[in-house]
């Protein structure tokens, strides 16, 4: 995201990334095609290159690891909370089915088979019974990065939603409801891009299908930039 201030919000998980641009940002003469092999490449170039700092002891060796891409359009704010919110329920659903899969091996003595055999058709509720009464494993205890995944954004003082203005929660740049999107001047676009600039990046592994955090960054949404904190 320091190489595209133009990407409001990032969420991962494994090595699934989705970035987000705002509407705003088709106004110019983009390619799409262009933006998609841009950030792929360069997603995967950072992917290679930071490889050695969290797995020292494990190379990589051919097939080197790459990335594709899609660029997809949502007509609404809203459509796009859909698609973030959907996006985490994935990682919970897939990580809770791996954490049982994974006990059922490693501690519970079985095969891939067996394992994979034993949770067909099972619900959250009986991997949730499983882990803690086979294991003594409280899902809720799981780290929260596995849970819920990384959410990456440029970080602001927090609003306060009961006091915010209407522009403030995603009115100023766009109309939520029409899918009108109002042009910037140039002037305002360089201010706003040298404020994304000192912004510090910030990675968190929260809920982001509640209205609380978007309520709390109304930047996000309104991709107008917020106040810069104080330092401590």
Known sequence: MNEFPDIVIAYGVSDEYSFVLHKSYLLGEIDRSKLVT?????????????????????????????????????????NLRDYMSWRQVDCHINNLYNTTFWALIQQGGLDAK????????????????ILFSRFKINYNNEPEIFKKGSVIFRDYE????????????GKAADDSETGLVIE?????????K???AKARLAVH???IIRD???DLRPWLLSNK????????
């Open 158 to 169: 927090l609003a306060n939603p009961t006091l915010a203005p209407a522009e403030d929660k």
């Open 205 to 207: 592994h929260v809920d």
């Open 114 to 129: 067996g394992a994979e055999k034993e949770l067909m058709g099972s619900y959250a509720s009986d991997k949730n019974e």
């Open 38 to 78: 841009t950030v792929a490449s360069t997603f995967t170039s950072y992917y290679v290159h930071l490889w050695p700092s969290f797995f020292p002891g494990s190379p990589l060796s051919p097939p080197l690891p790459s990335f594709d891409g899609r660029a997809v359009q949502y007509p609404s704010t809203q």
């Open 184 to 192: 910037k001047s140039k002037s305002q676009e360089e201010k706003e």
């Open 194 to 196: 040298k404020r994304r």
């Open 212 to 214: 609380d955090f978007w």
């Open 225 to 232: 930039p917020g106040k810069i904190p104080k330092e401590p």
